[in-house]
């Protein structure tokens, strides 16, 4: 039985955990918030104490974190997993971070000998759930074969886009397509309630007209609409507001560092920022909606 270490269980590593479970690894998992962990150990997994405690008989790492920041504090210095991975270890960061943080990891990794790739996800919380993540991974071709089985446990389809860090450039430009989309079709949506039509009716057309998105058939931002859709439960999980604004200013870095124009996914930015600072950094993305209409 393959051993994996699961290290960061929230909205998305939870799910990705439980579907490991269900295809028979054995996890070990760490998490800094206890309930997480407590759901884990529920369903079969076994706590660890610490990171470092987590990985100690892994031949399987993988790590689901929330920015840059945490994946560097996580792995590198001497107090980092880095220094404390057994040799020949797999090690898979599937945290959406910039991509130079994950060049850095991935060098260091390199350094100590150790196969690492970085695989970002999206199919969102509902992905991750039935186990049908889209899986984008940037490392060498032979560390993903050895990496497939185990994403094919959490993911349905698994795309190869290059050298280290370039699956985190190739989820920021997802990211930023889905939140401008997002973004026009809750603008969409409230100029078409402004004139008196029925959010649910223009969504149901829109879905079947050249407007159709993940955003009006899966994620439809107006409440109602969807019953399984985050809008439907007053915003509550699916992906955080907090997280495409960070996403969107990662791809705006991105941008930078060539000189590559994005008019629309500043634009965006600026509109999950203003949702952000009205107390909605919280609540699905989709809640980007408010900034629209105080219909909702």
Not at 141 to 156: D, W
Not at 250 to 257: S, Y
């Amino acid at each position: 039985m393959n051993r994996v270490a699961f290290i960061g269980l929230g909205n998305m590593g939870a799910p990705m955990a439980a579907n490991l479970l269900k295809a028979g690894y054995a996890l070990r998992v760490f998490d800094l918030n206890a309930s997480a962990v407590a759901a884990a150990v529920a369903a079969g997994a076994v706590a660890a104490t610490s990171a470092i405690d987590a990985v100690a008989d892994a031949q399987i790492v993988i790590s689901m974190l929330p920015a840059s920041r945490h994946v560097e504090g996580l792995y590198l210095g001497d107090d980092g997993l880095l220094a404390h991975i057994p040799d020949g270890v797999l090690v898979i960061d599937c945290s959406t971070i910039a991509p130079a943080s994950a060049k850095k990891v991935a060098a260091a990794a390199a350094q100590r000998g150790l196969a690492m790739i970085d695989a970002p996800v999206s199919g969102g919380t509902a992905g991750a759930s039935a186990g049908t993540l889209t899986f984008i991974v940037g490392g060498d071709a032979s560390v993903l074969e050895r990496a497939r089985p185990v994403l094919a446990a959490m993911g349905k389809n698994i795309f190869h886009v290059g050298d280290s860090g370039a699956g985190q450039v190739a989820k920021l430009c997802n990211n930023m397509a889905l939140g401008v989309i997002m973004a026009v079709t809750g603008e969409a949506l409230a100029l078409g309630s402004a004139h008196g039509l029925d959010p649910a009716v223009l969504s149901r057309m829109m879905a079947v007209s050249t407007g159709r998105s993940w955003a009006t058939e899966v994620c439809n931002p107006w409440p109602g609409v969807l019953e399984n859709a985050p809008s439907s439960r007053g915003y509550s999980g699916g992906f955080g507001n907090d997280l495409m604004l960070k996403d969107l200013g990662l791809a705006a870095e991105a941008a930078m560092q060539v000189g590559a124009p994005i008019p629309l996914g500043e634009l965006a930015r600026n509109l999950y920022a203003i949702n952000s600072q009205a107390g909605n950094g919280g609540l699905d993305f989709s809640s980007v909606l408010k900034v629209m209409t105080k219909a909702v």
